[in-house]
């Protein structure tokens, strides 16, 4: 290894000089010796070559042991050792960080803020709490010594906390150009089919203080996840919509608590392009017509909601189709609804869409009562359905021949305990002696409907096809959402202001995006299911070293194993340089 000079000419004629850090290695293909750049140190003038070679006298020995011990033995002065220091995970933050920039999340941010006047680095406190969320979720507070001595992130060097909060405010302001913006740049990177998204909503809730209540205007001082901090909110008291924290439908199921409504629409692979808060007492679907006037612009097919089956009302149906929506919905197949047994009891062949995914269009009634059906079945989840009915009446069995056994004085207790039971009973009636015996035509209507289940659509320009794989995106959908609740942490949100609330939900979103492009790029490279979770855990493996000596400081990366290397060629991501910073002066000793 040795310090080399590299002169380039410049399109004026004038040539300029820069000073590198290199070393020699065979060509496996030639057989020829190349020298391989390490790092750059920047122009001959601004570089003292002196104590450059002093550090190049450190560092060889951690590239090769063995040649170095033997170049050790020659070098006996003191500046020539390296000291460790500390150590922090840098394969993580190195991969959001590649994603954020490919994606150029960066630069819209940049120029986003291009009219206002920022001394703090904007960018780079909106990145450390998106990469905090996707890493290590923690409050702001704890974001600020996460990023000064937890990982590594280049450019926070001096964060504080009023600079995130500050930050969080600036995020808020762009929030519709930054989604938008963000939107064409992921399609155009992924080549993402965007004819078709799917739209859901889920809530979060806030397990202290109550809902929002128009107050006095009183100003926030930056602490807001402080204790003292007033409980008031400081926002329009003319604006209702701007108090998000208020009850209403817990999909969380705490209806007792304030919550906020959350939408997300996500393509077919399961990216989240645009997200929503809305208070907590929203019903799903009144904000349609925003959705669909949010997306005005955006260059998209249709839009359609995908609902769990049982979520609305005939009446709210009719209501979304008022304001221009259509939707996917799934039908309860037991509800005993008249339309719902006709669609069943309708004759036809199943044609085969995908492994395990079988279709049949159902049209029932006439004029404005017509309704558009799609029955789905699983073979294989039929089989799972056959075999569990077969060990429930199995259970009844046992169940019955046990009672039989009991003194007579315990026969009506028990009966009345088996009669109720929620998965036994069922299939269970009583004979004209009032004792429990099974129900055969119960047992065959539930044959009738195993590896099944109904949807219901309003979409009639739709094919069958993309009814039964849209309500399967309902999952993509469900499982950005539980990312967003688990792996990021969304809640508990330390936040008491609706515009901060909205701000941390938008981080959120960016987190999601990131570790869902990883996934979708892991998933198609290696056809197996990578979750960022397990990601996470390999990629923070990847740690980055501080070593110091009397000629400077080193940051050096640890060896990197098979597994990244696979993993990082799979997302699409280059592998860190093996020097990430080399600082010839004691003067500069932190991670910048």
């Known amino acids: ?22 070393h020699n290695f065979r060509d496996p293909v030639s057989g020829k010796s190349r020298a391989k ?10 570089v003292d070559q002196g104590t450059l070679r002093r550090l190049v006298s450190s560092i060889e020995r951690f590239l090769s042991p063995e040649e170095s011990l033997k170049l050790q033995a020659d070098r006996s002065a003191p500046e020539a050792a390296l000291t460790f220091k500390d150590s922090r995970p840098l394969g993580g933050a190195w991969v959001l960080q590649s994603l954020w920039k490919e994606i150029g999340i960066d630069k819209v941010i940049q ?14 406190a909106i990145f450390s709490m998106v990469a905090n969320r996707a890493l290590d979720p923690g409050s702001k507070r704890a974001v600020e010594d996460w990023v000064a001595n937890d990982v590594y992130l280049p450019g926070v060097h001096g964060l504080q906390l009023q600079h995130l909060y500050r930050s969080l405010d600036a995020l808020l302001a762009m929030e519709n150009d930054l989604q938008k913006e963000v939107f064409f740049a992921v399609s155009d990177l992924l080549n993402l089919e965007v004819d078709l998204l799917f739209f859901d909503t889920t809530s979060t809730y806030f397990e202290i203080e109550g809902e929002d209540k128009p107050p006095a205007r009183e100003s926030e001082d930056g602490g807001e996840d402080s204790e003292a901090a007033p409980a008031q909110v400081d926002e329009d008291p003319e604006d209702e919509a701007y108090f998000l924290r208020r009850k209403g439908h817990s999909k969380d199921r705490r209806p007792d608590l304030a919550q906020v409504v959350i939408g997300l629409a996500v393509t077919r692979e399961g990216i989240p392009i645009r997200v929503w808060t809305w208070p907590g007492n929203t019903a799903d679907v009144s904000r349609v017509k925003q959705v669909k006037k949010d997306l005005i612009g955006w260059k998209l097919g249709r839009v359609i909601t995908v609902l769990d089956r049982g979520f609305m009302s ?38 085969t869409v995908t492994h395990n995914v079988e279709v049949k269009e159902i049209i029932v009634g006439d004029g404005e009562a017509r309704k558009r059906f799609v029955l789905v079945r699983n073979p294989q989840q039929q089989k799972k359905d056959q075999k569990q009915r077969e060990e429930t009446v199995d259970r009844i069995k046992a169940e019955l021949k046990a009672i039989e056994q009991l003194d007579k004085s315990q026969h009506a207790k028990a009966v009345c305990r088996l009669i109720s039971h929620q998965t036994l009973g069922r299939f269970l009636k009583r004979d004209k002696k009032g004792w429990p015996v099974l129900d055969k035509a119960k047992l065959a209507a539930d044959k009738r409907l195993d590896g099944k289940y109904l949807l219901l ?62 996934e979708v790029r892991a998933e198609q490279a290696t056809k197996e299911t990578y979750t960022w979770a397990r990601m996470r855990i390999e ?16 940051y050096q990366r640890t060896e990197l194993r098979a597994t990244h290397e696979r993993l990082l060629e799979a997302i699409k991501v280059e592998q860190p340089p093996q020097f990430i910073q080399i600082s010839p002066s004691l003067a500069d000793s932190t991670l910048a």
């Open 1 to 22: 290894m040795y310090v080399r000079k590299v002169q380039v000419k410049n399109k004026n004629g004038s040539v300029s000089r820069y000073v590198q850090l290199a």
């Open 37 to 46: 750049v390490l790092y750059s140190f920047g122009r001959e003038e601004d």
């Open 111 to 124: 120029k986003q803020l291009r009219e206002r006047s920022f001394e703090m680095p904007v960018e780079r």
């Open 314 to 351: 005939e009446s709210n149906l009719r209501e979304l189709q008022k304001t221009g929506g259509h939707f996917i919905i799934g039908e309860k197949m037991r509800a005993g609804k008249d339309m719902v047994e006709e669609a069943l009891a309708k004759a036809g062949r199943f044609q």
């Open 457 to 518: 659509t309003s979409d009639d320009t739709l094919p069958t096809a993309d009814v039964a794989l849209g309500y399967k995106q309902l999952l993509e959908v469900e499982d950005a959402f539980r990312t967003l609740k688990q792996t990021l942490e969304l809640r508990p949100v330390h936040h008491r202001l609706s515009r901060r609330i909205k701000a941390h939900v938008l981080l959120c979103w960016l987190a999601l995006l990131l570790i869902r492009v990883a």
């Open 539 to 554: 990629l923070d493996r990847i740690h980055l070293g501080h070593f110091a000596s009397d000629a400077g400081d080193v």
